[in-house]
């Protein structure tokens, strides 16, 4: 797992890790990251197997921040309407950007 800040916004990478330890390390970490933006890269991903992700993922955008899925692999159609999955990284930040925006306007 890598991390990177890029201003209020964390890029988690999955690395050579499984998605369930993944999810288990990111679970741990969360905490850390309550404060701003969340965008995990997932190499390896299943709709099947996403439910602690798909949790954290209401938690965080409960505190008012956005929380980014970048995988190839999924669908966003899989998920509620509430977890947020493209394909790109570019795709991520804009997203968060645009969640921004409709947050600065009271939307």
């Known amino acids: 797992m890598t991390i990177e800040q890029d201003n209020s916004t964390a890029i988690i990478t999955q690395e050579k890790t499984s998605l369930s330890e993944f999810s ?31 949790s954290l993922s209401k938690t965080h955008r409960e505190l008012n921040h956005s929380f980014v899925v970048v995988s190839a692999q999924l669908n966003q159609n899989d998920f509620e309407d509430d977890f947020t999955v493209v394909p790109t990284l570019q795709e991520a930040h804009d997203y968060i950007e645009m969640e921004q925006m409709e947050r600065d306007l009271g939307i």
């Open 24 to 54: 288990k390390k990111f679970s741990v970490l969360h905490e850390r990251f309550k404060e701003g933006n969340v965008i995990l890269q997932l190499n390896d991903a299943h709709s099947d197997s996403m439910d602690v992700l798909v």
